[in-house]
């Protein structure tokens, strides 16, 4: 037996609920009891815009749900270089309250596409150091292809649609760079 199917068949032995004594109709006890597949959860949106360094544990733990088969994930980060210059960090900045309320619709328009269960935007404010997350989005459904649709619409809409502004430090300068995919960029 390979080491996976020892792990796999002990998890499935740790998971197992105990047994217990079949109920009597009409019982007290009778509306207690719940099949696994009934459980119901809330769906949750969950934006954050914050200063502090991003954790990809952390926002892939909001989405986890014991009904879901996925959970997907994009994780954007600092690269160390743009054009040939040397990229020492970036710095972004936000308007928040239509940062969060275009992001509020990002979520709403997922969930009219694909049916999927939570939700979590999380990005990035001020200086972000090469490698670090900036932006971190996850979300999680019943099948794979919900998700990874959704992440994928989420990161695109975001950056078309979501006034956050970068600054990129390089060694020897910095210059804040127009999102050539945001609506309201034009062709100079």
């Given at each position: 037996?390979?080491?996976?199917?020892?792990?796999?068949?002990?998890?499935?032995?740790?998971?197992k609920?105990?047994?217990?004594?079949?109920?009597?109709?009409?019982s007290?006890?009778?509306?207690?009891?719940?099949?696994?597949?009934?459980?119901?959860?809330?769906?949750?949106?969950?934006?954050?815009?914050?200063?502090?360094?991003?954790?990809?544990?952390?926002?892939?733990?909001?989405?986890?749900?014991?009904?879901?088969?996925?959970?997907?994930?994009?994780?954007?980060?600092?690269?160390?270089?743009?054009?040939?210059?040397?990229?020492?960090?970036?710095?972004?900045?936000?308007?928040?309250?239509?940062?969060?309320?275009?992001?509020?619709?990002?979520?709403?328009?997922?969930?009219?596409?694909?049916?999927?269960?939570?939700?979590?935007?999380?990005?990035?404010?001020?200086l972000?150091?090469?490698?670090?997350?900036?932006?971190?989005?996850?979300?999680?459904?019943?099948?794979?292809?919900?998700?990874?649709?959704?992440?994928?619409?989420?990161?695109?809409?975001?950056?078309?649609?979501?006034?956050?502004?970068?600054?990129?430090?390089?060694?020897?300068?910095?210059?804040?760079?127009?999102?050539?995919?945001?609506?309201?960029?034009?062709?100079?």
């Open positions: 037996m390979s080491s996976l199917e020892i792990s796999s068949s002990t998890f499935s032995q740790e998971m609920l105990p047994s217990s004594p079949p109920l009597v109709e009409g007290a006890l009778e509306p207690f009891r719940k099949d696994l597949n009934e459980i119901e959860e809330k769906p949750k949106d969950i934006i954050k815009f914050t200063a502090e360094k991003l954790s990809v544990d952390e926002v892939s733990q909001l989405v986890i749900s014991p009904l879901c088969g996925a959970v997907s994930l994009f994780v954007g980060t600092t690269r160390n270089n743009f054009e040939g210059k040397k990229v020492i960090s970036l710095e972004y900045e936000a308007y928040l309250p239509m940062a969060e309320n275009e992001i509020r619709k990002i979520c709403s328009d997922i969930r009219q596409k694909w049916p999927v269960k939570h939700i979590a935007v999380f990005h990035r404010l001020g972000v150091p090469v490698s670090e997350a900036s932006v971190i989005i996850a979300v999680s459904s019943v099948h794979r292809a919900s998700s990874l649709q959704a992440v994928s619409y989420a990161i695109d809409t975001l950056k078309a649609k979501v006034p956050i502004w970068k600054k990129e430090m390089y060694e020897e300068s910095s210059s804040w760079k127009r999102n050539k995919e945001c609506f309201w960029a034009t062709d100079d």
